[in-house]
């Protein structure tokens, strides 16, 4: 099965700050990415499919980029709402659905 | 707007089986090509996915859990149901359920199930 490494695990920011989490496949999967946001006590919320696809009503500060093995997920200009963990997740119809560990984004 | 709710016993002891219940509102399985999927997570910990069933009850089950996971599709009522036998503390996490087969959503609010004697 294809594996999926998050990094960092933990990033700690302010409020305004840019911020930049990655998501490595073990091996290529073009760009058969989605990623999540989870806040404490809450369901995972889509935000990003097919890596670079914004989720119709997630906001513009969100970015995915990336194909093949690296993916990208940033945040221009932190808010308040988005200290949260991020998954990322491959997909494909061929593969079960695999997920990152994970990036908790703390208040620095 | 499509809403998806998990239900069921949220205390299991060892070696019997969990059961779950998605009832989904808003969207038809019976009408719609979307598949249906059950995720779970351990407290503190990541997302694993358990598996998935189309309105045909067609399936597709993560490896690790296969020979214990079962789930089902009933058009009539709008909902789909897990079943995992066996189960250990280590089955013990948030169960929720999406829609979708690839991509997932929206989720359920996610129900906590306790294995324990």
């Known amino acids: 099965d294809i594996q999926m490494t998050q990094s960092p695990s933990t990033l700690s920011a302010s409020v305004g700050d840019r911020l930049t989490i990655t998501c490595r496949a073990s091996?290529?999967?073009?760009?058969?990415l989605a990623w999540y946001q989870q806040k404490p006590g809450n369901a995972p919320k889509l935000l990003i499919y097919k890596a670079s696809n914004l989720q119709s009503g997630v906001p513009s500060r969100f970015s995915g980029s990336g194909s093949g093995t690296e993916f990208t997920l940033t945040i221009s200009g932190l808010q308040p709402d988005d200290f949260a963990t991020y998954y990322c997740q491959h997909y494909d119809s061929s593969s079960p659905l695999t997920f990152g560990g994970g990036t908790k984004v703390d208040m620095k | 707007q499509v809403q998806l709710q998990e239900s069921g016993p949220g205390l299991v002891k060892p070696s019997q089986t969990l059961s779950l219940t998605c009832a989904v509102s808003?969207?038809?399985?019976?009408?719609?090509?979307?598949?249906w999927s059950w995720v779970r997570q351990p407290a503190g910990k990541g997302l694993e996915w358990i598996g998935h069933?189309?309105?045909?009850?067609?399936?597709t089950y993560n490896a690790s859990l296969k020979s214990r996971v079962t789930i089902t599709v009933d058009t009539s009522n709008n909902q789909f149901s897990l079943k995992l036998n066996s189960v250990t503390a280590a089955d013990t996490a948030v169960y929720y359920c999406?829609?979708?087969?690839?991509?997932?959503?929206?989720w359920g609010q996610g129900v906590l199930v306790t294995v324990s004697s």
């Open positions: 069933v189309y309105r045909t009850g067609v399936t």
């Open positions: 999406a829609r979708g087969g690839t991509v997932l959503t929206p």
């Open positions: 808003g969207d038809s399985i019976r009408d719609t090509s979307y598949y």
């Open positions: 091996q290529t999967i073009s760009n058969w």
